[in-house]
């Protein structure tokens, strides 16, 4: 999950406006190069709603493949849950006599019972069977945006104290907070607002 701070999308911009008044470094010249105009127009956009105050997180989905290989032709069936997906490659590997005969009485075999016994009868050479069954997964990455409207707005909150301890907290309002040195209550001297996915509280 990646949010993007008031102070992050400030940095993106002060780089932008950096680039736009000195030019690109060289290691970064050979990618093309925006116009003075274009960066304009891209930290107008970044300055927006849609970017600055929209968190973004990453969602990662397992997709199960399962791919046959056989004398019928070839399928492919896609899964998004890792069970069902184990029974269909059970279903079909019990098909084969071979691998029944491989698991014996065992009538509810789980995923790797399927599997070894259906490596067995592929390997022993004595099954004839060519099929290929194959059971195997891609981790895809979704980026999305977060749903704003309602999510509660929280504050990086840094604290400076008199006795020289600085730190910072994240709590749901621009509150003080008691030095973790010597105990004295500190007004944060700056305030980071984030928008976040969850809750927070104020102690
Ligand atoms: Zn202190």
Known sequence: MKIISKIEAGTILAGLRLLQASG??????????????????????????????????EEKIKVWKLVSDTNEGTTSALYIDELEAEQAYIGMVCTYEAVREELGENTTPTFSDANEAWEEAVYSGTSGIIDTIDLDYEELTFIKKAPVNNDPVEYRNFYRCDCGQEWEDTWGCMCNDRCPECNKEIEPYASDEISIIGSASCK
């Open 24 to 57: 690109y470094p060289k290691e970064f010249e050979s990618s093309g190069q925006l116009s003075k105009e274009d960066i304009d127009n891209l930290c107008e956009a970044i300055n927006g709603k849609d970017f600055a105050s929209v968190p973004v997180f």
